[in-house]
């Protein structure tokens, strides 16, 4: 069973998600609580939000490890890394907005050690797909790491939109990310 902090931490996301300066007193609506229950367990809205950040990226460290250990191959790993991350930043996608502005380098800072060790392993999945010319060796790391965090972002943005098919994002972002770094087959 969850505890009330960590349900107060999901009515958060829930409620920033759907409005990013979402205050106290709606979360705590959400809920069903008052106010003061949930700054008995929150200062305030910052340390909130923070705590939000944290829970972010311990759920992507985690979805994103066992994207990785779901295969042996590095291309269906890629495929899945891919997925967990659309998937996460859906879920967690004002917690990019809030903090692109402010720094989103700082929201990877606090957990530098392990959001390296799983970006350690992107890496070398990407190193090895171009080592057997699966993808363009011409195409340098750091770009194709930006576009499939660009890829990432275009794919919420599309589904918060309206504008495309919910079902059909995932098999049209992965296509988009796939062909961008010259991996043509299905």
Known sequence: MKSTKDKIVDAAVFCLNKNE???????????GLN???I???????????Q?????MMTTCNLAMNQAYD???EALKQIENMFYAALTIG?????????FDRSGYADVVATEVEVYDNV??????????????????????LPWIYNLFGGMIDIAIAAQTSGDVAVNDIKM???TAFKGSIGINNS
């Open 119 to 140: 970006k350690e392993k992107w890496f070398k999945l990407i190193l090895a797909l171009q080592e057997k010319q699966i993808i363009k060796s011409t195409i340098p």
């Open 21 to 31: 300066k979402a205050s106290i007193d709606e979360i705590a609506n959400h809920l």
């Open 39 to 49: 700054h008995r367990y929150f200062k305030d809205r910052s340390t909130l939000i």
């Open 35 to 37: 106010r003061r229950t």
């Open 172 to 174: 049209l972002s992965w």
């Open 51 to 55: 705590c939000c950040q944290e829970k």
């Open 90 to 98: 859906t879920e967690y996608s004002f917690v990019k907005k809030l």
């Open 70 to 72: 779901s295969s042996n």
